[in-house]
Every structure is written in C-alpha cells, then in structure tokens.
C-alpha cells in the first residue's frame, strides 16, 4: 500500500486532503497537536483505508522520528506532505513590534520541523515520491503584519526550492492553497467574518494533482491547476 504522511491533518486542509488520498487508497499515517480531535479524524478516516494517528509536535524531533517509523511499518511511503504549522501572535504584529522568542519559534514550526521530517523521511521514500509543502501568498507578497509567518513561509519556498534541484529523482512541491475558511485563518482577522473565504476542500483536487501527475517541480497554485485542468 502507498502510504501519505500529512501533518496537521485533525482539520482544514489536512484533513480534507487525507479524506481523498483515503478514497483513492492510500494507507495514512497523521498527526496533530490536539489528540482528541485527532482521534475524531483517525476515526472518519478509519473505514476507508488503514490510518496511524500519533498525537504531537512537529517542532519534536522525537515526534518526527515516530512519525515517519509508523508510516514506514504501514507500507511504501509515497507522499510527504508537511502542513502542519502555525500563525504567531493574533492579531499578527508589525515586524517592529515583533517578539524574536515567538519569532522563533514560528520558524520552528514552520521550517526547521518540515525540513527535519523531510530528511528523515527521504531514506524511505519511494522512488516516485513526492514531497508537498504548504506554502501561502504571504510568502511572496508583502502584506502588512504578516512579516513573520509570511517570512517562513518564504524560507520554506527555497528550502523546496533547493530540494528539488539536488533531488531531481523526486517530485518536490511549494503548493499554495489560497485563502481558507480554516481556524488559522480565522485568527489571522480575529473577529471578521470569512464566511466568504473558500473551504479548504477547494484546494484539494488541485493538491490530488501535485500528487498524482508528473508535474515539474515547483510552486503551484493549487487552485489554478484544477481551473485549468478543468478548462482542458
């Protein structure tokens, strides 16, 4: 069986991209922060396809190694996907105003932890496999505020960046699901009301995409490749 380990996959985005990876066969290994809403997606996963939840940290390297293990015991593990990350401070700081101590750690999070998952993971790879960062438009535009997180998320687009050129043997992705009706972004506009932000399921074929064809490495919009696979 073709196993996908995704992080931060007790809700949003990870959850709905493990919910059609199940459908399409296959075999999970999961985790999150909260165990007991990490049992809940381990449960509606659980009559499609074989599932491993382990609650944790992904800033944990003893966490990380449980992972992967768990994932390589299930199967052949095909899929990487590194979701799991976190905002800062809600509302979000300006840069002047910005705690380094919290700075930090959100770059822990959000880079130091995939790239210590990918390259533990990268041993057991399969030789089609495919690694997918969650990447945002922070990354690449300078909105006011969201200097940390879109920071990291930068730095996560050229370690995915370089990753791809020393391995060309892999599919390595930056995918950038725009905009969410997700709880991290609801903390990003603390009291608005993004009722009118599209579910996270929206971006989901445009990931299946990623992780089914031979796209080349590189940064997508992964709704735009399910427009224009539509469009075809």
């Known amino acids: 069986m073709d196993i996908a380990l995704i992080t931060g996959a007790s809700r949003g985005l990870g959850l709905a991209l493990a919910q059609a990876l199940a459908d399409r066969g296959h075999g999970l290994a999961i985790d999150a922060r909260g165990s007991e809403a990490l049992e809940e997606a381990r449960a509606a996963l659980a009559p499609k396809t074989a599932v491993t939840a382990i609650a944790g940290d992904v800033a944990d390297p003893r966490h990380r190694e449980e992972l992967v293990a768990a994932a390589t015991r299930m199967g052949r593990l095909r899929v ?26 959100v770059y822990r999070i959000n880079v130091l932890a995939p790239l210590g998952l990918i390259q533990l993971a990268l041993p057991a790879l399969a030789p089609d496999g495919v690694v997918v960062n969650i990447t945002s438009d922070a990354a690449v535009e300078d909105y006011p505020g969201w200097g940390g997180y879109g920071s990291a998320k930068a730095a996560l687009d050229q370690l995915t960046n370089v990753l791809a050129a020393e391995r060309p043997d892999l599919r390595v992705y930056s995918a950038d699901p725009g905009d969410m009706r997700t709880q991290m972004h609801q903390e990003a506009f603390p009291g608005e009301d993004i009722s009118d932000r599209p579910r996270p399921e929206a971006s989901v074929p445009g990931l299946l995409r990623l992780i089914a064809a031979d796209l080349p490495s590189g940064r997508y919009r992964v709704r735009d490749l399910h427009r224009s696979e539509a469009a075809a």
């Open 80 to 105: 990487l996907v590194n979701n799991a990350s976190v905002l800062g401070p809600s509302p979000q700081p300006a840069l002047a105003d910005y705690p380094l101590d919290v700075l930090e750690s």
